[in-house]
């Protein structure tokens, strides 16, 4: 099975990022199409904005054929097949993920969001999912020894930031997806991240020179852990790539990552993808100076005839700086809007469909959320200054009364400030910075939040909060 993680670059893609016409577009105006990226939502398939249609079309999860109920919203996937022009729909002929790491929890920190896994560190952020059996949805609602799977992208340093974490199915083989490091081509051993590999009795397969080596990106399988020695014995290993002979001449490219490699902005990295930019290249929600090691964007662009990604255009991932929580008081679905606490929440192709509801809807959008629902949203305020948001995630909640928000601190007349024209009645409300770690009185507080983010929990009447707990949050990687 092709690896999620350079298949881009050896596959014809979304000649309809570029403009103009190739080879590889049809008369009917198809085009063949490979894309990597979260998917977002179901019916069929969203991956990076684009709908696929996966009725004709074969789905792998771990090197196992599934149904469309064995993939998950926040999984990171590769699309090939193919994409119409004039409508921007596509036809997918085949949909892969393969997860960065599936076994047992070593640790968590719930201060840093971090965990580790098969000795991978793995990012909890603001666009990670956690699936169904996680409650709560975050880092408390696991502990050590539970087995899970982890998808997501790698940085730099070999981190992977998750986009989805869930329990691992009873039985599932042991997996890790990385780079070869410290190879031991005697004793058969080799390193991805902290952990060891043990390769001597795996079954090798699509290695050129019959064996691994240190830079490549392999997939390991097996069932035997030491978790003293963080060592896994594999029963199988593969590289995670593709010929890059495949590629055509012509094709376009799009690939959604971490910047792993930068040394300029017309030189870098995204994930094992190298990517220049032109004068011509096109950067939302950004400028070419914002790009920086593990930048999080998505990158769109044709191939030149080194097999380097020319950009034609790069959006820059926003931090998801606002969190609100609460009952959805209105629902605009024509017009992609919902309302809660009086804020004009926007949806748009790219914004991650979750039902975390007791009705578990697997192909949930905001044709299923009704008034009275209480929903989750993350997302950024859009414009700036507005009050209004563009969610990056929608998640339907178990009713509850209580709210959260999180968003800038406004000052008005202590005890009351403001957050996204939300009024916060703090007469009651208990203060604290660093997470609540630390706690200050009311005065301290008003003269720490300006310029900060805040977080807020407590209950609402109308658009107006009364607070029973807000703190300055200090974590910027929301």
Not at 57 to 76: C, D, F, H, T
Not at 120 to 148: H, N, Y
Not at 210 to 234: E, Y
Not at 420 to 441: C, K, R
């Amino acid at each position: 099975m092709k690896a999620i993680w350079i298949a881009l670059a050896a596959l014809v893609v979304l000649g309809a990022c570029g403009g103009g016409s190739n080879s590889n577009t049809t008369s009917s105006g198809m085009q063949n199409v490979a894309t990597l990226g979260t998917i977002t939502a179901f019916g069929s398939v969203y991956v990076n904005g684009v709908r696929y249609d996966v009725s004709a079309a074969s789905l792998w999860k771990n090197g196992r054929s599934v149904a469309q109920s064995g993939l998950a919203v926040g999984e990171v996937a590769l699309v090939q097949g193919h994409q119409n022009l004039q409508t921007g729909q596509g036809d997918a002929s085949s949909v892969e993920v393969e997860d960065n790491v599936v076994g047992p929890i070593a640790s968590i920190d719930t201060m840093a969001n971090r965990l580790t896994v098969l000795g991978q560190t793995v990012q909890v952020t603001a666009s990670t999912s956690f699936g169904e059996g996680i409650s709560p949805g975050d880092l408390t609602g696991l502990a050590v020894g539970d087995a899970i799977e982890v998808s997501g992208f790698a940085g730099a340093d070999g981190a992977i930031a998750a986009t989805r974490i869930a329990r691992a199915d009873a039985g599932e083989n042991l997996q890790v997806l990385g780079m070869v490091a410290g190879l031991d081509a005697t004793a058969h051993t080799f390193m991805i991240n902290g952990l060891t590999v043990d390769y001597s009795t795996a079954m090798l397969s699509g290695f050129s020179a019959g064996h691994p080596a240190d830079g490549d990106l392999v997939v390991a399988r097996g069932s035997v852990f030491d978790a003293v020695g963080v060592k896994l014995t594999a029963d199988s290993l593969q590289p995670a790539e593709t010929d890059l002979r495949e590629m055509e001449d012509g094709g376009h490219a799009e690939r959604e990552g971490l910047i792993t490699r930068f040394a300029s902005a017309t030189d870098f990295d995204v994930g094992d993808l190298h990517v220049t930019t032109t004068a011509d290249t096109l950067f939302e929600g950004g400028m070419a100076s914002d790009l920086a090691l593990n930048v999080r964007v998505e990158v769109r662009g044709m191939f030149d005839a080194n097999g380097v990604l020319v950009a034609d255009r790069i959006e820059i991932d926003h931090i998801s700086a606002i969190e609100l929580e609460a009952t959805v008081t209105a629902v605009d679905a024509p017009n992609n809007t919902l309302t809660l606490l009086g804020v004009t929440v926007t949806v748009d192709a790219n914004t991650r469909y979750e039902d975390q509801s007791s009705a578990q809807v697997q192909l949930f959008t905001l044709q299923n959320v009704n008034v009275g629902d209480t929903v989750e949203v993350r997302g950024f305020e859009s414009p700036a200054g507005s009050g209004a948001v563009l969610a990056s995630k929608l998640e339907r909640k178990p009713p509850s009364t209580e709210v959260e928000v999180r968003g800038p601190f406004t000052p008005t007349t202590p005890p009351q400030f403001m957050i996204l024209g939300i009024t916060i009645d703090a007469t009651n409300a208990s203060f604290g910075d660093v997470e609540g770690e630390e706690s200050v009185n009311a005065t301290d507080f008003y003269t720490m939040a300006v310029g900060q983010i805040v977080a807020v929990r407590g209950t609402a009447t109308g658009s107006m909060v009364t607070a029973t707990e807000v703190r300055i949050d200090h974590d910027e990687d929301r």
